[in-house]
């Protein structure tokens, strides 16, 4: 797909994989749920849910190293400065052409452009939260949030995965 395409395809999942409520229970079951879908795929993540920045779930598979997490709190700042999941905006700033210290004033010791980092918006309230995951391609980091989210919050995950990636 397009960069354009895969913009107006995240903005199409954040909308819609929106929670009417969220709380320990609920990281419990998405950070179980995103570890058995990573591992049925042969492949290791670390992953994050946090909450009005508590941390709620984190589950580092055998393979990964502590640089994981460093990557899961560059893209968690992105989502909880941006309101918008790393990926768009890794996308954005591909788009616009411009660097992280000219636009945003920040370094690439606190904000990444990479995939992997998703908002937890409650419906009428705006972004509460992150789950973020790292390990895996940018793109596939973010996938299997977005299928995980689609499976608990009773989406079509056809209607809502970006399509194949542009070389």
């Given at each position: 797909?397009?960069?354009?395409?895969?913009l107006?395809?995240?903005?199409?999942?954040?909308?819609?994989?929106?929670?009417?409520?969220?709380?320990?229970t609920?990281?419990?079951?998405?950070?179980?749920?995103?570890?058995?879908?990573?591992e049925?795929?042969?492949?290791?993540?670390?992953?994050?849910?946090?909450?009005?920045?508590?941390?709620?779930?984190?589950?580092?598979?055998?393979?990964?190293?502590?640089?994981?997490?460093?990557?899961i709190?560059?893209?968690?700042?992105?989502?909880?400065?941006?309101?918008?999941?790393?990926y768009?905006?890794?996308?954005?700033?591909?788009?616009?052409?411009?660097?992280?210290m000219?636009?945003?004033?920040?370094?690439?010791?606190?904000?990444?452009?990479?995939?992997?980092?998703?908002?937890?918006?409650?419906?009428?309230s705006?972004?509460?939260?992150?789950?973020?995951?790292?390990?895996?391609?940018?793109?596939?980091?973010?996938?299997?949030?977005?299928?995980?989210?689609?499976?608990?919050?009773?989406?079509?995950?056809?209607?809502?995965?970006?399509?194949?990636?542009?070389?």
């Amino acid at each position: 797909m397009s960069l354009d395409s895969d913009l107006n395809q995240i903005a199409i999942q954040e909308e819609r994989l929106q929670f009417d409520a969220f709380n320990a229970t609920t990281a419990l079951d998405i950070g179980l749920r995103l570890r058995a879908l990573i591992e049925s795929r042969g492949k290791k993540a670390a992953i994050d849910i946090q909450l009005a920045g508590h941390p709620l779930f984190f589950y580092a598979m055998l393979g990964t190293t502590p640089d994981n997490g460093e990557w899961i709190r560059r893209k968690r700042n992105v989502v909880m400065r941006f309101h918008k999941s790393s990926y768009a905006f890794s996308l954005g700033v591909q788009k616009n052409g411009h660097s992280l210290m000219e636009r945003f004033g920040a370094g690439p010791d606190q904000l990444v452009l990479a995939g992997g980092g998703f908002p937890i918006r409650l419906r009428d309230s705006g972004v509460v939260g992150s789950i973020t995951v790292s390990g895996l391609p940018q793109r596939d980091d973010h996938g299997v949030i977005v299928e995980v989210l689609a499976d608990v919050l009773g989406q079509n995950i056809a209607e809502l995965a970006l399509g194949p990636e542009e070389r």
